[in-house]
């Protein structure tokens, strides 16, 4: 079960600064200036410094590099997901390949339960889910399928993500695993949530219960962090970490900008303030092997005060007579983890982009930068593909 070792990485919580954390040298010229060390500043900085030679000084705000994907050791020598866990998985070889550059992976397919008055069922809803929740014997597709549609209430046009799963399941499959667990998720009915939000999560008349379906599903073998800090260490790349932008803001140390925090925050407010939902995470560890049966288990009732609570060694393989676990609260306040998907914020959202397309030496991109919900390597493949319009506009200007 317990597959992998404990790998060789530094076990205490506090470890060493990583090779290229160094100093800036404000008399030293940089092209660019990354602000934010997550999986889009740091795939733009590798790229920009090793695959086109140009001088990077990369600054989080945060004291750590991988933003959200941060993992590291906990007191008890446990590897946790400090933001909540993190879950790799593509369809695209480009993004894949272009990781494995800097880990190695283990295979990992996740596996998520929702917690119903006591039953734990699978989800995303599957023919497992129906037959457990409804002490039904549903035998195939097709009877799975059949007993769907019996529920489904259509709905004519299909814009929010309650009309999205109303329409597939109907409202007690609705109620039952959406509507608490969004409500908590996004301080927010689902009515009032764009569909993309809940249409992530699909419904299956199979007994296929993992979570994602995508070609490569995989954890860095020794962590994200670990990963991050192969990407950035590179002699044309400075890290200050624990430095804000704004107190560089003035500096003038590079004639480009690629901006990964939120778009707002860089335009001062100036339209308002773009909405973000914030989490609180409470870590633990307790003194046993095991405390849940997989990785995830959700918890859709409203009574209950947290969306999830996550085991870390289900997701790394580590092997540890104690586990970690974390319960996840969902905020209006606090630092920005998800764009909140819905007309108003997008007009909103498009107010700044206007701003932002009209620069001409400053890039926003990642989730916070484009106010998008976007998985990790969606990231990764809109961070390359700047990185592409970034060089080949260079190049462009420099044969003119
Ligand atoms: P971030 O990781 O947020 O990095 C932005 C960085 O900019 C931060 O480190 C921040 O400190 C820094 N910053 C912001 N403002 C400033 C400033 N003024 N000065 C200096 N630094 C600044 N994706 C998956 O593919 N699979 C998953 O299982 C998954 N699970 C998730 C679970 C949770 C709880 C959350 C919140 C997200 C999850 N994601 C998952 C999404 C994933 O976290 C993001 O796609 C990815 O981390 C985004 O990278 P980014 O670089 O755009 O942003
Ligand atoms: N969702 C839900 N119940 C669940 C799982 C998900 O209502 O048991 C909804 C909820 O609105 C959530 C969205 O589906 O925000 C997307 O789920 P996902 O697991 O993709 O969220 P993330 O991992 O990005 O937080």
Not at 3 to 32: E, F, G, M, W
């Amino acid at each position: 079960e317990e597959a992998v070792a404990n790998n060789n990485r530094n076990t205490t919580a506090s470890r060493l600064p990583i090779p290229s954390l160094r100093r800036a040298d404000r008399s030293k010229p940089y092209d660019y200036l990354i602000v934010g060390a997550g999986f889009a500043g740091s795939v733009l900085a590798e790229r920009l410094a090793a695959g086109s030679g140009k001088r990077v000084l990369v600054c989080d705000k945060r004291p750590h590099v991988a933003g959200n994907a941060y993992d590291h050791y906990d007191e008890h020598g446990v590897l946790v997901h400090r933001y909540g866990p993190h879950i790799f998985h593509t369809n695209s070889e480009e993004i894949f390949a272009y990781l494995s550059r800097f880990t190695r992976w283990r295979p990992y397919e996740h596996r998520v339960l929702a917690d119903v008055g006591g039953k734990l069922l699978p989800m995303p809803i599957n023919r497992t889910t129906l037959n457990g929740l409804y002490g039904l014997d549903l035998r195939d597709e097709g009877q799975a399928a059949a007993f769907l549609a019996s529920r489904a209430e259509p709905v004519a046009d299909i814009r929010t993500s309650r009309d999205v799963v109303v329409s597939a399941v109907g409202t007690d499959l609705y109620e039952t695993f959406f509507q608490g667990y969004t409500r908590k998720q996004w301080g927010l009915d689902p009515s009032e949530l764009d569909k993309a939000v809940t249409a992530r999560v699909p419904t299956r008349t199979s007994m296929d219960d993992r979570y994602f379906l995508d070609t490569y599903q995989a954890m860095p073998a020794d962590g994200f962090t670990a990963m991050f800090e192969a990407m950035l260490d590179h002699p044309n790349i400075t890290l200050e970490l624990g430095v804000d932008f704004e107190e560089l803001r003035a500096e003038g140390l590079a004639p480009k900008l690629i901006f990964t925090g939120p778009i707002d925050a860089y335009y001062g407010h100036r339209f308002g303030a773009l909405p973000y939902r914030s989490l609180r995470f409470q870590h633990e560890t307790l003194d046993q092997r095991r405390f849940q049966p997989v990785a995830v288990v959700n918890y859709p009732a409203e009574t209950v005060p947290y969306t999830r609570i996550t085991e870390y060694k289900y997701l790394t393989g580590q092997v540890h007579p104690k586990t970690s676990i974390s319960f996840e609260f969902a905020c209006a306040e606090g630092d920005p983890y998800y764009p909140i998907p819905r007309p108003e914020n997008q007009a909103l959202f498009k107010q700044y982009e206007a701003l932002a397309r009209a620069e001409r030496d400053v890039t926003f991109v990642g989730r916070l930068g484009t106010y998008r919900y976007y998985n990790m390597d969606q990231v990764v493949g809109q961070a390359l593909a700047t990185h592409r319009k970034l060089v080949g506009a260079a190049a462009s200007i420099e044969a003119a």
